[in-house]
């Protein structure tokens, strides 16, 4: 651990340098993200299935079902 501590002292600026490289790498998926109030939308906004899956709810009536049993 003190390794890795004196690293970094001694070399601030690389290690600057390169946690802004890697944060701006990642940060330009910012620009893809999506805001939702609905888990479906949020991860399969895009996705052909998804947008039949919904077409299908919309003719059926909804993917719930109430179980029963005598």
Do not use: W
């Amino acid at each position: 651990m003190g390794f890795y501590i004196r690293f970094v002292l001694r070399h601030r600026l690389v290690v600057v340098l390169f946690f802004l490289l890697i944060t701006a790498f990642f940060g330009r998926y910012l620009f893809q993200a999506t805001i939702s109030s609905s888990v479906g939308e949020l991860f399969f906004s895009n996705n052909p299935d998804y947008e039949r899956y919904l077409n299908k709810n919309s003719v059926y009536g909804g993917d719930s079902l109430i179980p029963s049993a005598y």
